[in-house]
């Protein structure tokens, strides 16, 4: 059974930082893409970042500079490190694995396509 459980999200003030946490389980991890995409309510699902089996990240334009995925093989867990929050990052924010060679790209721009998604954290930042 495939499984992805975020874990990490909460309230922080504008310019707070948050960590979270993926963790995977009942697929080989090592073989997807994987990344973070959000949802705000009334909005559309928004890829955040991706990192590819490699190592590779990619990025949203609202995101650069700001936020760090990463991601470690050997404890199926994958990593969204958020700083200098903005009320505009307040929106719930998914895991989401995607296979083929493209799968960072998917998650970055169809994350509705991934092959699979956690159930979500909040995040909040209030101004």
């Known amino acids: 059974q495939v499984r992805l459980v975020e874990s990490g999200g909460g309230s922080v003030q504008t310019g707070g930082s948050l960590r979270l946490s993926c963790a995977a389980s009942?697929?080989?991890?090592?073989?997807?893409?994987m990344g973070w995409f959000r949802q705000a309510p009334g909005k559309e699902r928004e890829g955040v970042a991706s990192?590819?089996?490699?190592?590779?990240?990619h990025y949203a334009d609202s995101v650069k500079g700001r936020f760090t995925i990463s991601r470690d093989n050997d404890k199926s867990t994958l990593y969204l490190e958020m700083n200098s929050l903005k009320p505009e990052d307040t929106a719930m924010y998914y895991c989401?694995?995607?296979?083929?060679?493209?799968?960072?790209?998917?998650?970055?721009?169809?994350?509705?396509?991934?092959?699979?998604r956690g159930q979500g954290t909040q995040v909040t930042v209030s101004s």
């Open positions: 989401a694995a995607s296979s083929g060679s493209a799968g960072w790209w998917f998650i970055l721009h169809r994350p509705a396509n991934a092959n699979y």
């Open positions: 009942g697929f080989n991890y090592r073989s997807y893409d």
């Open positions: 990192i590819q089996q490699n190592g590779t990240t």
